[in-house]
């Protein structure tokens, strides 16, 4: 096995380096757990960045991904394919959407949307509408579309000049999103939880007045569940908890558990801007990751994944607000819902985020002092409580 220098050293030479990557080659996984090439063990709290939400090499799921690639891997979208039909039919099951466009990621799934609500604006409801609204801190893509409606400059410099029709406004504060509307505006995209903008929750109130904003206006909803979704937050969909429906929703992440999927899913009447010839993608929903897709969400239904990434995910977050009692000095704020949750410190945060990396626990580390945490919703509890042991002899080993 070759070593983690020998490693990096090849990479430097063969990708561009547009990744600061973290000190580890990881090379098999299991679970919540996951092996580095010198056979050391880390908790993975991170999950492919929401991803593996059934953990590493689920049974069920490799069993699926080995039969499906013994029968068919692609088609590409030019015939029918069943597996498709039987993922988008889980998909609208779970929530009170009516159609679904499958793509590859979750940038993918956005600008989709982007063009959806462009389109039937001018298509459909014959308006000369097509500014989207975003939210300052949101993240909702790398495409230039996508990146320009993420309301996050840093992440924009020397990309320009980026699309126009987008404007952010601060989150949670609905007097500057209806300032905000203009006769140009088409539609209004959120997350409901931000994630890489330091998981930051929309109010249930703020989120039940931008739908009625959106429904006085005309304008269309878009709710970006790229992260929040997959039964994260302890319902299906994170919206569900506010009680509204939107119009657009996007999804990604977890939807294959690894397999690069992604899904745009709207209503029937949102549908008509999308007619024949309008978008497409050769590799999205094909058969392979479509069934794998269809294994995941059955697993999630079977075994009470929401309801279980509710109950640890509570119990989680006491373990770690218990270590905020204990060092108010070092924790500012513990928050999220369910198995998305953030730890943001007072400092310190890069020197937290290796030590307990050195102490066998990947977690990422955002806004550069934000502990996110996105773990398996399979996760052991007995591994939620040692990171809160773990975090808490940190914290206790700097002060």
Known sequence: ?????????????????????????????????VQD???????????????????????????TVCD?????????????????????????????????????????ANEAAIKLVRRYAREVQGKDRFEILTAQGSFHGRTLATLTATGQDKLKHGFAPLPSGFASVPFADIAALEQAVSPQTAGVMLEVIQGEGGIRQAPVEYLRQV???????????????????????????????????????????GLA?????????????????????????????????????CTVLDVIKRDGLCQRAEAVGQEFKELLDGVKTRHPEAIREVRGQGL??????????PEV?????????????????ILRLLPPLI????????FAAGLDRILDSMH
Request: net charge negative; hydrophobic share 40%.
């Open 211 to 253: 739908q009625d904003l959106c429904a006085d206006k005309g304008l269309v909803l878009v709710l970006d569940e790229v992260q929040t979704g997959m039964g994260r937050t302890g319902q299906m969909w994170a919206h569900q908890k506010a009680g509204v429906k939107p119009d657009i929703m996007t999804v990604a992440k």
């Open 37 to 63: 090439g010198q056979g050391r063990e880390y908790v993975d709290l991170l999950g492919g960045i929401a991803v593996c939400v059934l953990g590493h090499a689920h049974p069920e799921v490799t069993r």
């Open 257 to 293: 558990n690894g397999l690069p999927i992604g899904a745009m899913l709207c209503t029937e009447d949102m549908s008509a801007g999308f007619p024949p010839g309008s978008h497409a993608t050769t590799f999205g929903g094909g058969p392979l990751v479509s069934a794998a897709g």
């Open 379 to 386: 996760v052991d509890m007995e591994d939620l409580q040692a």
């Open 68 to 108: 499906q690639a013994a029968r068919l891997v692609h088609t590409s979208n030019l015939f029918y394919q069943t597996e498709q039909l039987d993922l988008a039919e889980r998909l609208v099951a779970t929530c009170d959407l009516d159609r679904v466009f499958f793509c590859n990621s979750g940038a993918e």
């Open 1 to 33: 096995m070759p070593t983690l220098a020998e490693v990096a050293k090849r990479e430097q030479q063969l990708l561009c380096s547009t990744y600061s990557r973290y000190p580890l080659h990881l090379v098999r996984g299991e679970g919540a757990r």
């Open 353 to 369: 985020w290796k030590a307990l990396l050195e102490a066998g626990f990947i977690c990422n580390l955002t806004q550069n002092s």
């Open 340 to 349: 998305m949750l953030g730890v943001e410190l007072e400092h310190s945060g």
